[in-house]
């Protein structure tokens, strides 16, 4: 069963590339949103196993995002990663602090962002990172 991995970011051309890249592991099924409100309803309803939240959004932006999600019973499970350029090490403590499981620096790698993400699912079973 492929895991289910949500991506969440406002600007087109990259939830497209991050899309794309996701894609090229087959054991992964993508699905995107453009807002943290679309982000809500299509967790709540899909049930991912990992989401991938962009920190700089309008309307509502990653940390708000993060804050909802986990305040709603249906999705508090999931595990959310930041993918952020504010990646200084005060700003990745600071998403940590606030319930992220992980933080992935934007811009990423295309070719690496699925062995990354796969990476950090194992972590999460509790399996070896690969």
Do not use: N
């Amino acid at each position: 069963m492929p895991a289910k991995i949500l991506y969440v970011d406002d600007e087109d051309d990259i939830r497209e590339i991050a899309q794309m890249s996701l894609e090229l592991e087959p054991e992964f099924e993508v699905r995107s949103c453009a807002s943290g409100a679309e982000a809500l309803v299509e967790a709540a309803a899909w049930r991912p196993d990992l989401i991938l939240l962009d920190v700089m959004m309008p309307d509502m932006d990653g940390p708000e995002t993060l804050k909802r999600l986990a305040a709603s019973q249906p999705t508090a499970p999931i595990p959310v990663v930041f993918i952020t350029a504010r990646t200084q090490s005060h700003e990745v403590e600071r998403y940590l602090a606030m319930g992220a499981a992980s933080v992935i620096a934007k811009p990423f790698d295309p070719l690496a962002l699925a062995a990354e993400v796969k990476k950090l699912l194992a972590l999460r079973a509790g399996g070896p990172a690969v």
